[in-house]
């Protein structure tokens, strides 16, 4: 077996393919290549609807509300990911979306959004004023995103502040669901203190990429901060597994 299956198999209760990068390789033209990406697009979308039952939806009275996401390593897609779980989920429920981008050494959430990073996160942690005035409207009535804001050179200080649970409560209150980006858990401890805030956290592991020695530091560290893994996201997937895999975690 692959040392990355083997290490989703027995260090997590849920493995989950979201960003499938399947390339097309008989040279049959654009339209064949078009047609891959359509499928590949449709197979994202549904894997991320199952992961947003399985963390938000499935859990009745004890779902999560504040949840991070956070890539063992740099370049694992967590930023995309969260991008798209937070999308699907404001697409598919009721209530209201926000998306924070607490990657404030390399923030990309407003790029990947389309949007400016002018004040942000970094703002309601040094500012007064209601934390939703600090946040931009993504989708009308249903997704917002609080930018990082303003580059900090004390960020780490600010990501340990007092201040930061208490806006967390502010969000909690304005928002039904709260999504978060970190750094990659295994370069920085920014989010191991963050995590202890959130409801739990979804790990990003790339496939043929991230190691199992250094996944498991990573969950050794969460555990003993007690902070919830509630799954895994195994990404950019290049190769088929049987769906009955899934099903054994």
């Known amino acids: 077996m692959n040392k990355n299956l083997e290490l989703t198999q027995t260090d997590y209760k849920s493995a989950i393919p979201l960003k499938v990068s399947l390339r097309s390789n008989n040279g049959n033209g654009a339209g064949h290549d078009n047609g891959a990406r359509l499928d590949l697009a449709f197979l994202a979308r549904e894997e991320s609807l199952k992961l947003v039952q399985r963390v938000f939806l499935s859990r009745g009275v004890d779902r999560p509300q504040v949840v991070m996401f956070a890539g063992v390593d740099q370049g ?11 999308e699907t989920l404001a697409h598919n429920v009721s209530g209201s979306v926000c998306l924070i981008d607490a990657n404030m050494r390399t923030p990309s959430l407003p790029r990947y959004l389309s949007v400016t990073n002018h004040r942000g996160l970094t703002h309601a942690l040094l500012e007064e004023g209601p934390v939703r005035s600090f946040t931009k409207e993504i989708r009308p009535g249903s997704l ?106």
Request: aromatic letters at 6%.
């Open 76 to 86: 694992n897609g967590c930023s995309r990911t969260c991008i798209g779980i937070a």
């Open 144 to 249: 917002w995103l609080l930018s990082s804001g303003s580059s900090c050179s004390d960020s780490s200080s600010l990501l340990k502040s007092a201040r930061l649970g208490a806006r967390l409560g502010e969000l909690r209150s304005e928002f039904d669901y709260v999504l978060i980006d970190v750094p990659p858990l295994n370069q920085y401890a920014d989010a191991i203190g963050l995590g202890q805030l959130t409801d739990g956290v979804v790990l990003i592991l790339e496939a043929n990429s991230t190691r199992r020695e250094s996944a498991k530091k990573v969950t050794e560290s969460l555990r003993a901060s007690n902070v919830p893994i509630l799954g895994a996201v195994l990404n950019k997937r290049t190769y088929p597994i049987p769906q009955t895999f899934y099903q054994r975690l």
